[in-house]
C-alpha cells in the first residue's frame, strides 16, 4: 500500500520536526550499546597491548587484557564480544591444527572473559585463515580452497570453541555445507544452547584490508577470496545463502561489510525475518576514523549515523569497533 499525504497546507511534514521533542515522539529507530557485538583482536604475551597502525584507536591485547576489556563492555552495558587471534607466525601451517588446539589464544580468551565478566557474551570466529600458512579460510590443494575437507576442520574448531565456553560460533569462512556439519556436531557432543551466528552473506571485498593487517593475515594471503566469497555484483544469492544457512540450524545471520552492503541487510530482515546482524567492518571504521582525524567530519556524529544507519536496514545489532566509544555516548 502507497502511503498517501493530504495537500500542503494541511500536510506540513515540517511539523513533527519542530522540537527535540516531538522528533523524539516519531523516531522511528532507536540505537543503544545493547546493538553491539565488539570485535576484538588478541594477542600472546602479558599485560601488553600494540596498536593496529591501519585501525586508529584499535589495538591488539594479551589475554590478560582482553579479559580487562570484556569487563570494560560489561560495565558500558555491550552485551556481546567477539575474539580475533593475531597468531604468530610459527603457528601457521599447511594443516591449520593451532585452529583446533584447546590451548589456542581464542580458547584462552573464552575462558579469561568468562572467568572476569560472566556477563558477557563469547563469540568467536570460526575459519583457518588465523591459522593457514596460505591466509586462506580453507585448506588450499593445487592452488584451490577445498570445500569438504575444510569443513571437517571447521566442526573440530567450533567443538573447541563451544568446550571452552563460547555462547556464539561465528563461521566466516563461507564453505558450503559448514552450518548443518557444525550444528549436527554440537547437538551430539551436548552444547545444545551454544547459538551459530552465521556470515552468510559474506562478500569479496576490499574493505577488509585493515583486519588482515590486525590479524596479520596480510602478508601471508595468496591470490584471492572470490571462489568462496560472493560477488559484490550479487543480491539475489544472498537471500539462498541466508534460506540455506537457516535451514541447516544458523540461529542468526549476518551480512558483512555493513554499510555498502544495507540493501542487502533490508532484503535479508524482510525476506526471513530472522536475527539479522551487520559486520561494520575495518575498512568502514579506518575511513570514518581517518576523515574525523583530518577534520573533514565530525567523528562523534558521523560514528552515530553510520550505525543509526543498521538499524533502519532492519539490523538487530552490529558488530563494530566503534562499541565502547558509541556506548559512551549514548550513555
Not at 246 to 258: I, N, Q, Y
Request: charge should be negative; hydrophobic fraction near 45%; include cysteine.
Amino acid at each position: 500500500m502507497k502511503p498517501t499525504v493530504a495537500p500542503f497546507p494541511a500536510a506540513r511534514l515540517r511539523r513533527t520536526r519542530k522540537s527535540p521533542a516531538l522528533r523524539a515522539l516519531v523516531r522511528q529507530n532507536a540505537l543503544s550499546a545493547e546493538d553491539f557485538i565488539w570485535p576484538v583482536f588478541v594477542m600472546a604475551g602479558k599485560d601488553a597491548e600494540e596498536p593496529v597502525a591501519s585501525m586508529p584507536g584499535v589495538v591488539r591485547r594479551t589475554v590478560d587484557r582482553v579479559a580487562l576489556a570484556a569487563r570494560e563492555a560489561q560495565a558500558l552495558g555491550i552485551p556481546a564480544i567477539c575474539i580475533f587471534p593475531y597468531t604468530d607466525a610459527a603457528n601457521r601451517t599447511e594443516d591449520c591444527a593451532e585452529a583446533w588446539s584447546p590451548d589456542n589464544l581464542t580458547n584462552q580468551a573464552i575462558r579469561a572473559i568468562k572467568d572476569a565478566a560472566p556477563d558477557i557474551a563469547v563469540m568467536t570466529d570460526i575459519a583457518l585463515d588465523p591459522y593457514n600458512i596460505n591466509g586462506h579460510d580453507g585448506f588450499v590443494v593445487d592452488g584451490e580452497i577445498v570445500n569438504d575437507r575444510t569443513v571437517d576442520a571447521l566442526v573440530k574448531m567450533a567443538l573447541a570453541q563451544a568446550d571452552a565456553g563460547a555462547d556464539i560460533l561465528g563461521p566466516s569462512d563461507m564453505m558450503d555445507g559448514r552450518i548443518g556439519a557444525i550444528r549436527s556436531a554440537l547437538e551430539g557432543d551436548g552444547h545444545h544452547s551454544v547459538s551459530i551466528l552465521s556470515y552468510a552473506a559474506k562478500y569479496a571485498s576490499a574493505f577488509y584490508g585493515p583486519f588482515r593487517d590486525a590479524v596479520g593475515a596480510s602478508a601471508a594471503l595468496t591470490g584471492d577470496k572470490n571462489t568462496y566469497q560472493m560477488d559484490p555484483a550479487n543480491s539475489d544469492e544472498a537471500l539462498r545463502l541466508v534460506q540455506r544457512d537457516l535451514a541447516e540450524g544458523a540461529d542468526m545471520v549476518m551480512v558483512k561489510p555493513g554499510m555498502p552492503y544495507l540493501d542487502i541487510c533490508r532484503r535479508v530482515k524482510d525476506t526471513f525475518g530472522a536475527p539479522t546482524f551487520a559486520y561494520q567492518v575495518s575498512g568502514e571504521y579506518a575511513m570514518i576514523r581517518a576523515a574525523a582525524a583530518n577534520g573533514w567530519l565530525n567523528g562523534d556524529a558521523v560514528m552515530l549515523e553510520s550505525l543509526m544507519a543498521f538499524k533502519r536496514a532492519g539490523c538487530d545489532g552490529i558488530l563494530t569497533y566503534f562499541a565502547p566509544a558509541a556506548a559512551r555516548l549514548l550513555g
